[in-house]
């Protein structure tokens, strides 16, 4: 059977760069979207046209470069927004608008000041202004995780009306729980009339870590496109991380969805962005983490020398890392001792292997991580003789 194919909606150069500190001039914006674009990225969000003449100059650029993937640029329901986007994408090969408005109770009373039917009129009206400058039209529906999933759907049912291709349903405060958006997008699904002629789209923020739980529960129950980022970064907590879903429908073939993503490039693009953005990713982030393949534990060590998937469900090669790392601590084994020692040259006896690692957990005892340079200097101070080792 094949797999249905999720959309990957990356918004890195959009969501991601509305991080503080992490500011991109337009020749770093188009390396990485040079980059997303040879990875299989569906949709390259490019930037808010309006929001600046720099942002506006980089869409337009990024839309000139991109030879696959949509380029996307968002707006408010306005109409200069949508007006201003659609310039900066005339060179696009296959752009996007993407428009919408706040539906939640909470943004449609403090935000707009105005009333449910009003905010369908101004969602409609976007929608159809849109679509007289390009065919393919995204709807967002701004805090979708805190809406009335009734009223969610008269508002998805009238902006497909109007032309919306991709509904976005965005879970802006990270606020729902995995069943509970995942019933959002059944509900929709089941709901709204003429939900056929739309993907829904999972945007998911990571405010309580649930981002990446989301999403997933969003195309299990019928999504087909998720918006996320490099790293997971993103406004506060950040983003859906992209390199998490997609190995994630990768490593779980019975969910029957995969992506179109070269994931031997996730780690080199992970680096690349982390660099160009200033933003550092965390040892223990998962998928790209420097400590995503790395074992100190004596147990785990020794059972990763034996087979690999014994402690690993991904082999690192998948998504770019050259090899897993055996790391030397206090907490380490002979096994993951001799395997390193044999690395850098010694072939070491049970009988010597067992003198040397008396030596190397005193050493190790006084210090974080045991290094290549470290091992020479415990196996002489073994005072084993060297000449015996081949």
Do not use: W
């Amino acid at each position: 059977m094949s797999k249905d194919i999720v959309q990957i909606f990356d918004t890195t150069l959009r969501d991601g760069e509305q991080v503080p500190g992490c500011k991109l001039d337009r020749e770093q914006k188009l390396v990485i979207a040079e980059r997303l674009d040879t990875m299989g990225v569906n949709v390259i969000e490019a930037g808010f046209p309006v929001s600046s003449p720099g942002d506006f100059k980089s869409v337009e650029a990024i839309a000139k470069l991109v030879k696959n993937a949509t380029v996307c640029g968002l707006t408010r329901a306005v109409k200069k927004d949508i007006e201003v986007a659609a310039e900066a994408l005339k060179h696009a090969k296959t752009p996007r608008i993407h428009t919408g408005i706040g539906t939640s109770d909470s943004h449609i009373k403090f935000k707009f000041n105005s009333n449910r039917d009003a905010i369908i009129e101004r969602a409609v009206d976007a929608v159809k202004y849109a679509k007289t400058f390009v065919e393919d039209i995204e709807f967002y529906a701004e805090d979708a995780g805190r809406t009335d999933n009734e009223f969610l759907a008269r508002v998805c049912e009238a902006v497909i009306k109007a032309g919306a291709t991709v509904l976005n349903i965005p879970d802006t405060t990270g606020y729902c729980l995995p069943d509970e958006y995942g019933a959002k997008i059944k509900y929709l699904r089941e709901n709204v009339k003429g939900i056929e002629k739309a993907i829904l789209s999972c945007h998911c923020h990571n405010d309580l870590g649930l981002a990446t739980a989301n999403s997933i529960a969003g195309v299990v129950n019928g999504a087909r496109q998720i918006e996320c980022t490099i790293n997971g970064i993103g406004e506060r907590a950040g983003n859906t991380s992209l390199e998490e879903v997609v190995m994630i429908l990768r490593q779980h073939p019975n969910l029957n969805l995969d992506t179109s993503i070269n994931s031997k490039l996730l780690y080199d693009t992970s680096l690349m962005v982390s660099s160009k953005m200033g933003m550092l990713v965390q040892p223990n982030k998962a998928i790209v983490g420097a400590n995503a393949f790395a074992h100190s534990s004596g147990i785990h060590q020794d059972g990763v020398i034996k087979n690999r998937e014994t402690y690993e469900i991904i082999d690192p090669a998948d998504v770019g890392v050259t090899e897993s790392s055996i790391i030397l601590t206090a907490r380490s084994g002979r096994a993951a001792l001799a395997y390193r020692a044999k690395i850098v040259g010694y072939e070491l006896t049970k009988v010597q292997l067992d003198e040397v690692y008396e030596e190397f957990l005193k050493y190790a005892d006084t210090r974080k991580e045991v290094k290549d340079d470290d091992i020479h200097q415990i196996i002489e101070t073994s005072h084993i003789d060297l000449q015996s080792i081949s």
